[in-house]
């Protein structure tokens, strides 16, 4: 991975923009390269300690927050279903209309997400809205109102229009080798200062090559 993309800091916080393929923490399975270990390096380096706030899936790009105190880590973790998140993503066919789903999600052996009515599962909620598409796909701004593993490429799969490159969930299209989801947006009052912040990260550029421009 390149130089750390760092989006924000000050003394508590240092919140960083995730390269797709990169894990957010190493797995179980061994010591693949991921995002924590350059920041745990970046922030040795400066004296000071790291907590993962959020996490993203390896394929997903976009903003991940890091605490530099665990009481930070946790008035950021408490706090964070009044965090406002929105992702940008490229799904299969288009869309016309703004929309939600709401389902209750699981886990299988085989550690696959899917959606139940079942209320034993955890409740997710995703709202919707196109602001462009072509003959193939569809570009999202997609706000997330609870935090579930996987939630958006299980609710993209769920209306037939999942994320392009997302095999996992039903794509059957990877026409620039990588997931085409993105977290660019986040909004919450800084557990410290109580100042409000707001961040916005740009569409990835290889997105351009689908067709999509915000510029």
């Known amino acids: 991975m390149k130089k750390l993309n760092i989006v924000y800091e000050d003394k508590y916080l240092l919140i960083i923009n995730k390269p797709a393929k990169v894990l957010t923490i190493a797995t179980n399975k061994g010591n693949e390269h991921n995002l924590y270990s350059e920041v745990y390096d970046y922030l040795h380096k400066k004296n000071q300690k790291v907590f993962i706030v959020n996490r993203l899936d390896k394929d997903t790009s976009g903003l991940v927050v ?3 105190s665990e009481e930070i880590k946790s008035l950021m973790q408490d706090n ?14 288009q ?11 699981k886990e299988t052996k085989t550690l696959l997400t899917y959606s139940t009515k079942d209320k034993s599962g955890k409740y997710a909620k995703t709202i919707y809205k196109p602001i462009n598409s072509n003959k193939k796909y569809t570009l999202l701004i997609i706000n997330i109102l609870t935090g579930r ?6 609710h993209m799969q769920d209306i037939n229009h999942p994320i392009v490159g997302d095999k996992k969930y039903g794509s059957n299209t990877n026409p620039i080798n990588r997931m085409c989801l993105h977290a660019y947006y986040l909004k919450f009052i800084h557990p410290k200062t109580k100042d409000l912040i707001e961040l916005s990260i740009d569409l990835p550029k ?3 090559k689908l067709g999509f421009n915000l510029k």
């Open 95 to 105: 869309i016309k209309s703004e929309g939600e789903v709401e389902s209750y999600l």
């Open 66 to 68: 890091f605490a530099k």
């Open 206 to 208: 290889e997105f351009e």
């Open 149 to 154: 593993k996987n939630q958006i490429r299980v």
């Open 80 to 93: 964070w279903n009044e965090v406002i998140r929105k992702y940008y993503a490229i799904v299969e066919g």
